[in-house]
Structures are given as C-alpha cells and as structure tokens.
C-alpha cells in the first residue's frame, strides 16, 4: 500500500497511459489502491501487464479496471488513443496521467536524421498532445466537479540538464513536456484543470535496463546524495498527490523533481 487514504479517488476516472511496466504501473497500481475507476492504456501491447501492472491486484481492483493498448508512435497515434478512451467513457474525465514515452534509442547527434527525429517526436510529444486535445472536453466537465480534474505529464531530469550522449532528442521532447505542462496550467484554470509534471531522475525500470550499463547506473547511483537510484514506486506517490485536489488543489503549472537529490532547482 502506498500510505494514501484508501477512499482518495473513490468515484474517480483516472486515466494512465504507458502503465503495463514500469512508473505508469505503479502510478496506475496506486489510483486502484485508492478506489479510482483507471483506463490503463497499458503499451503498444498487453504483453508487459500480466508481469507487472496486474501483479498482486485483488477482485475488487481488477473490476475497476480497463486495459487498452496502442502503438504512440504512429503518427495518429494519440488520436486513436483519445477515440479509444473516450468510447470507454461514460461521464467525466477526472485525471489524466500521461506518461507513455521513452528514449527510442541512443541516437548520436551526428546521427540524427528526419526518421530518427520524427519517431522520438511523435513517441513524446505529438501523441502526448494529441491525447490530451482529444479529451479536454471530459477533462472540462470533470472541472465542472467538485475539486476540478487534473493532468499530470510525464517530464525528465534530462528536461534541465540535457541528459546523456545520445539522448538529446529524447531530452529536448521531455523540455517540451515541461513547457507545455505550465503554459496548459495557464490556460486551463479558468476550467479548473490543474496541469502539472512529475520530473522522475533516474528510475531504474526497463528504460534503463535497455539504455544504460550497470557501470554507468552504477556511477550514477554513487553520485545522488541518497546514494541510490529511484524506483517506480519512489515516483508514483508524486502523481497521487498532484492529481487530488484534497492534497494539491493550489498547486498548478509545476514540474516536481523526484530524483533522490540529483538534481536540485
Ligand atoms: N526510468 C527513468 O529513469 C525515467 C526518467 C525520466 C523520465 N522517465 C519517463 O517516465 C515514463 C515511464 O518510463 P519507465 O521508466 O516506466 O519506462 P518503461 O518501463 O520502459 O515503460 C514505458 C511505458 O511507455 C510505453 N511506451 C513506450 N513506447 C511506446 C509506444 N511507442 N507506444 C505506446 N506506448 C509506449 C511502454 O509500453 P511498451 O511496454 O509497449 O513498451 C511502457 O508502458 C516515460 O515517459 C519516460 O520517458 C523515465
């Protein structure tokens, strides 16, 4: 259990992308935990959930979930994903977590061409954007609810400090993310939609089972001044509190650091 009040979402309609591993399985773990109806858009497959989302869930939860999966990186991508919650919807919107992404690869700068740009792009921001176009009208009638409704995007400790060799795309789609997180907060308050971004360090998920060496993880964890990497379960607490207008109803237009200290605004 993640120490939230087992009530907090009772009632809600949570929505976490990229939750079959990884951040978004514990993100999405934790809104069942706490009585949240959850459409989890689990990957581009089901294959991940079985070993980690679905993991240790009781009857109960399992009932108030959906599953859905789509590949983000095609170019309608996000908009097949917006049709595709919006058909499972039948009322408001509460809480939108998007957090879907990934680096694709290392790509050199040297190396960087249209194709390599265009599916980090797309991957990170254009799906990201295109999603959450398609349900801001259900956001907007779950601001008509008391406390309003929320989104919490997905950003990186690479947004500010640039990340590592052959992660530039992937870093600079993740400053967008940020940016974009704060000018939505601007223009959706009128709304009551609160707009806010869990900025995670480094996590050791897949993501970096896939993209970094144990030497390198190694190094890293030594130099964060809690002296070890984060875990899925380190971040998905952020997403609770910025989604629940009882614990952050003041808070819009924020990036939170969750990071162990390894990088410091
Ligand atoms: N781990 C870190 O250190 C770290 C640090 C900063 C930010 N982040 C961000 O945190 C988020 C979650 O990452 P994670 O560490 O939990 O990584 P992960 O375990 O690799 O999970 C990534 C999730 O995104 C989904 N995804 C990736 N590419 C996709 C695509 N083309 N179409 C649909 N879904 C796709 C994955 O689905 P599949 O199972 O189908 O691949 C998976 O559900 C990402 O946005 C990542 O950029 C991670």
Redesign the pocket.
Known sequence: MNGFDTRLFAGKTVVVT???????AAVARGFLQTGARVIAH????LD?AEDDLLVGLSEAEKDRLTLLA????ERD?GERLGSAVLQELDGPLDVLVN????MVGRIAAGDVDAAAFDRVVD?NVRSVVASTTALLPALKEGGRAEGGAAIVN?S???AIVGGSPGSSLYSSSKAFISTWTRALARELAPDHVRVNAVS????M????RRYSSQEKLDATAASIPLKRLGT?EDCAPAYLFLSSAKLSGYLTGQVIEVNGGQFMG
């Open positions: 990229g939750s079959g591993r990884g951040i978004g689990a990957g581009r497959t991940h789509g590949d983000l990186a991508g957090n879907a992404g990934t991957l997905t990186s400790i690479s995670p360090g480094t996590i998920t897949d993501f970096h899925a």
